[in-house]
């Protein structure tokens, strides 16, 4: 009787929280959890222009864009959408949107010349000192990004990433923007999205520097932005926070990955996914031991040698780096877009180029059952965002996470009803990982504030919730549906999917 009745408790309880979990999701309207904050996002390359203005040298993307084919339609980010000289109007924009903060990068060859800390440039400081101080009078908190892919080319020509003198380099970078802006920023993110512009830009061909050294450049590189980080953020922690009291970290790049079926080899090569996608690039920060994920190690040193290396392609982190890169982040900046599933079972040795992060990861990946919407660029699968979070929470002692960036590339057009599902049926998930999940997420980042050069996709994808004009001269903004949704959600602190504004021009 005594078993029958726990038994039927251990049920009943059950039941409760599957049906707390379904109904908090369906729920019609839901009140914004106090204290979250709202933003927009935005990177140098993607939005200033301004190339050679002034004594700024040219940056690898700059050099990038110039190698025929590279870029899908043939665009750069020379002229963008000529922030460097209308960045008043982009605060107009914010402000308009009612957000807390602003998330923007700043140009490493704009402010360095050299790309060394020798010789600063007055005019690419005096630039960020008037957006911050734009941004200020306007009540919008500026969060700073110093490294959003835009390295000198100088400094590449000595290697770049691969080159571990860049801890050196990035250290000193970093010195210079906190002393300049640090009295006034208190929100400092050393690199944004380390996976992508090392194995993208150092193990393929599709991000600059196209490097293309695959299994062997990437790994190096990794390993030298682990320790630049590191030194970024202990700079700022013994110098620079006593007297300026903020925060710095890092973001990472955090879609999920998962089985693509619940066969042992698939859930096995999607958790072996997880590390090679986040877990290379957070363990090191934030787990109680450090280092690289254990059987990430052991798998890149297993195909190593099985392909004739004497040693590991993936360089080693001796103790002392270990202990230098554990716990050199205040928060967890987390990046999300979507989710892939991976299969062992469809994986079959010699698909993937050898050596390379593909073959390393060892399955074959794909969307699953989901679509890419018809007019759209990325995949909506909100429940991915809720595991990645909750996989973030359970792998990392549940870090304060800060949200830096989230949102739907489509085709374009100022009418986006596919942009604000996105935005609404993720935003459901995120609070699902609060308020069910007991995650402890402080911020919320909408990438991006407006269309802008979309890397390798040039201007054809679009993420902004301002469409802009390239063939303006001043490139006018004009908000998008998506625009007037986000407003009405950051003014009414409510999710409410009934909220489908109807387009009016408005034009900045
Ligand atoms: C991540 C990058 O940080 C950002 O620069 C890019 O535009 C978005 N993802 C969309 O692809």
């Given at each position: 009787m005594g078993c029958l009745f726990k038994f039927l408790t251990a049920v009943f309880a059950v039941l409760c929280v599957t049906a707390g979990k379904e109904l908090s999701s369906r729920a019609a309207v839901r009140k914004l959890p106090e204290g979250l904050l709202f933003g927009a996002a935005t990177a140098s390359y993607q939005?200033?222009?301004?190339?050679?203005?002034?004594?700024k040298s040219p940056s690898i993307w700059d050099t990038f864009c110039e190698?025929?084919?590279?870029?899908k339609d043939g665009?750069?980010?020379?002229?963008?959408?000529?922030s460097y000289e209308y960045y008043q109007r982009d605060v107009e924009m914010l402000k308009f949107l009612g957000v807390d903060f602003y998330r923007f990068s700043v140009s490493w060859p704009r402010v360095l010349p050299s790309g060394f800390a020798d010789k600063v440039s007055q005019d690419g400081i005096e630039y960020y000192s008037r957006l911050v101080d734009e941004l200020l009078a306007n009540g919008i908190e500026p969060s700073v990004t110093?490294?959003?892919?835009?390295?000198?080319q100088s400094l590449q020509d000595l290697g770049?990433?691969?080159?571990?003198?860049i801890a050196d380099w990035f250290e000193d970078y970093a010195r210079v923007l906190y002393d300049a802006l640090g009295d006034r920023v208190k929100l400092w993110i050393t690199l944004n999205e380390p996976k992508q512009f090392a194995i993208y830009g150092y193990g393929k061909?599709?991000?600059?520097?196209?490097?293309?050294?695959?299994?062997v450049g990437d790994y190096m590189a990794v390993k030298n932005l682990l320790m630049a980080h590191a030194r970024a953020w202990h700079l700022y922690d013994k110098e620079y926070r006593p007297k300026q009291n903020g925060n710095c970290g890092i973001t990472i790049a955090s879609d999920f990955a998962e089985g693509i079926s619940d066969s042992p080899a698939d859930v096995e090569a999607g958790n072996l996914a997880l590390d090679f996608e986040?877990?290379?690039?957070s363990h090191p920060i934030f787990?109680?031991?450090?280092?690289?994920p254990e059987k990430l190690v052991k798998r890149v040193a297993e195909r190593s040698a099985a392909q004739g290396?004497?040693?590991?392609?993936l360089p080693e982190l001796t103790k002392d780096e270990i202990d230098f890169i554990r716990?050199?982040?205040?928060?967890y900046g987390f990046n999300h877009y979507s989710t892939r599933f991976y299969s062992a079972e469809d994986y079959k040795s010699g698909?993937?180029?050898?050596?390379s992060y593909d073959d390393d990861v060892g399955a074959v990946s794909g969307r699953g059952e989901y679509t890419t919407a018809p007019n759209g660029y990325t995949t909506k699968i909100p429940a991915g965002i809720r595991k990645a979070l909750n996989w973030i929470k359970d792998s990392y002692n549940s870090p304060e996470i800060m949200i830096f960036e989230n949102g739907y590339g489509d085709y374009?057009?100022?009418?986006d009803p596919d942009r604000i599902d996105y935005y609404k049926a993720y935003l459901d998930a995120i609070l699902d990982a609060i308020e069910v999940d007991g995650c402890n997420i402080s911020r919320y980042t909408a990438w991006s504030l407006m269309d802008n050069f979309?890397?390798?996709?040039g201007l054809s994808v679009k993420f902004g919730l301002f469409e802009v004009d390239y063939e303006a001269e001043k490139r006018t903004r004009t908000a998008k549906t998506s625009a007037l949704w986000y407003r009405n959600l950051i003014a009414s602190r409510t999710l409410d999917p009934a909220d489908n504004p109807k387009y009016e021009k408005i034009e900045f």
């Open positions: 939005i200033e222009g301004g190339w050679n203005a002034s004594d190698i025929p084919g590279k870029i665009t750069s980010g020379r002229d963008a959408c000529k110093l490294y959003h892919w835009d390295l000198p770049g990433w691969a080159n571990p003198l061909d599709v991000f600059a520097p196209d490097i293309n050294s695959p299994g986040i877990g290379f690039y787990s109680t031991t450090g280092g690289f290396f004497p040693r590991s392609r716990g050199t982040s205040d928060f698909m993937f180029e050898e050596p374009g057009g100022v009418n979309e890397w390798a996709q």
